[in-house]
């Protein structure tokens, strides 16, 4: 018997965070731009808007981006964000096992996979997707593809369970780290909220009808624990926490080893080398590879994407991928790709900043620790 799978793709975007090489202020082009359903709610609350891979969203609003980082890390903010609220963290490869895409896949308990891409990426991840559907189809299998448009809001920091818990019926106790459930929240119907986030806080992402998306936005900003946040502080929160970037740390020429995401290669999937590109990831996984992710911390001047790194005979060995002055810390904390014998924690490298070369050393990360929600 076959078994029937629907294949739900949500076309919005992946909000990973403000990157000054992905973001720029609108302009004349601002019409061709993307709008979340909540543009004009930004625009009222003082939202600086810009582009982002084809969306025009808020980097930020009123408040600093280090007074907005700082209350999500203390209080909770409030994100416009496409990023997937549930499931887990899965990757689309080519066969020379480059990641084409890193996103978030559901399995529900509706009987369907429910799948979000990244912003730049979701024109591409579509049109796998759909010739996959295509082939499936042509052996006779039973799959359909269905495209959404929902809004998504998330709600991270400390307090979010807390300011949330007041809007559900659900107890919020129950919904563990990277669990969803379906439920009303604050009188919207049809949400679903998931216990995640891309900052390393408690928090969680809510998946609402476009419809409800302000109502709902309003109704967590009446908690005066709540502000909002935008793309600056998302960026230096998610940098934080050791979370990558498509398209700065992770792309088509990085393999899940080289960017050290070899735990999303579940173990029936590395013994069967059924995906694109496994011939070549799965050797990388038994030995060492020429390059690895790494953290990065330095004092002096922040470490951005491309400066160079260099060993202590001053012979450039790599690149800074992302960074940034980090407001927990009030330390530079950077991630970047090096040689494998130069990856080990508390490596002394020196970095290239403005054509000054100052030292920096490699740092286990997250930088700052994680405090997502799990049962005791």
């Known amino acids: 018997m076959q078994r029937a799978v629907s294949v739900v793709?949500?076309?919005g975007f992946r909000l990973q965070a403000f990157s000054p090489d992905l973001c720029r202020p609108l302009s004349f082009t601002q019409d061709v731009l993307r709008r979340t359903p909540l543009y004009d709610f930004h625009l009222?609350?003082?939202?600086?808007?810009?582009?982002f891979a084809g969306w025009s969203l808020p980097v930020q609003y009123q408040d600093s981006h280090t007074d907005s980082h700082l209350h999500t890390r203390q209080h909770c903010s409030l994100f416009d964000v496409s990023h997937m609220l549930q499931g887990t963290l899965s990757l689309f490869t080519n066969e020379a096992g480059g990641i084409l895409d890193d996103l978030i896949v559901t399995n529900t308990s509706e009987g369907h996979l429910y799948v979000v891409s990244n912003a730049g990426c979701w024109e591409k991840d579509l049109a796998l997707m759909q010739d996959k559907v295509r082939e499936l189809q042509n052996q006779g299998r039973d799959v359909g593809l269905?495209?959404?448009?929902n809004a998504l809001l998330a709600l991270q920091g400390?307090?979010?369970?807390?300011?949330?818990?007041?809007?559900?019926?659900?107890?919020?106790?129950?919904?563990?780290?990277?669990t969803s459930a379906v439920m009303e929240v604050f009188g919207v119907s049809g949400c679903?909220?998931?216990?995640?986030?891309?900052t390393g806080e408690d928090g969680v992402e809510i998946s609402v009808p476009a419809a409800g998306a302000v109502h709902l936005a309003t109704a967590l900003l009446e908690?005066?624990?709540?502000?909002?946040?935008?793309?600056?502080?998302?960026?230096?929160?998610?940098?934080?926490?050791g979370l990558c970037l498509y398209g700065n740390d992770i792309d088509?020429?990085?393999?899940?080893?080289?960017?050290?995401?070899?735990?999303?290669?579940?173990?029936?999937?590395?013994?069967?080398?059924d995906f694109p590109g496994a011939k070549v990831i799965v050797p990388q996984l038994k030995g060492k590879v020429q390059r690895r992710r790494v953290g990065l911390m330095c004092e002096g001047a922040p470490m951005r994407a491309h400066s160079p790194i260099l060993n202590m005979e001053g012979t450039m060995i790599g690149t800074v991928t992302s960074g940034c002055p980090s407001p927990s810390l009030k330390k530079n904390v950077a991630m970047g790709y090096v040689p494998f014998e130069y990856s080990r924690p508390g490596t002394k490298l020196m970095v290239e900043v403005r054509r000054k070369q100052q030292m920096a050393v490699v740092s286990k990360m997250p930088f700052v620790p994680t405090n997502y929600y799990t049962l005791k």
């Open 9 to 11: 793709a949500r076309l």
């Open 44 to 51: 009222a609350h003082g939202g600086k808007m810009v582009a």
């Open 146 to 149: 269905e495209v959404l448009d």
């Open 192 to 198: 679903r909220v998931t216990r995640c986030g891309y």
């Open 223 to 241: 908690n005066p624990e709540v502000k909002l946040a935008g793309l600056a502080a998302r960026d230096s929160l998610r940098l934080e926490a």
């Open 158 to 178: 400390p307090t979010a369970a807390q300011v949330l818990q007041a809007g559900v019926a659900d107890d919020l106790r129950k919904l563990p780290f990277m």
């Open 252 to 273: 088509e020429h990085t393999t899940p080893v080289e960017g050290s995401l070899s735990w999303t290669l579940g173990k029936r999937r590395r013994a069967a080398m």
